[in-house]
């Protein structure tokens, strides 16, 4: 099986040939909770409030950038893996 060092969702568990998706939940969790949390914080932050929006925007900025990475190393080490095992 192979693995990788960005993504342990493909890493087998011990003794198993049964990849261990139990960090895939996690991460999206945080991203669902994330993004949730961030609209309610852009919905209460004033137009033209410049020492709140530049914090939000930065933190807005890092959660998009991670789910940016997070979707890539999906395309290049899940995906393919999934297509694979699914093609007989």
């Known amino acids: 099986m192979t693995s990788s060092k960005h993504m342990n969702v493909i890493v087998p568990r011990s003794g198993t040939d049964v990849p261990d998706t139990h960090d895939m939940v996690v991460i999206h969790r945080i991203f669902r909770r994330e993004f949730h ?3 309610e914080v ?3 932050t004033a137009a033209g409030d410049i020492r709140r929006v530049v914090p939000v925007a930065e933190h807005l900025e890092f959660c998009l950038a991670a789910l940016c990475y ?3 190393t999906e395309d290049e080490y899940l995906w393919p893996l999934l297509v694979k095992r699914s093609q007989p």
């Open 37 to 39: 949390l961030l609209a």
């Open 42 to 44: 852009v919905g209460r």
């Open 70 to 72: 997070h979707h890539s």
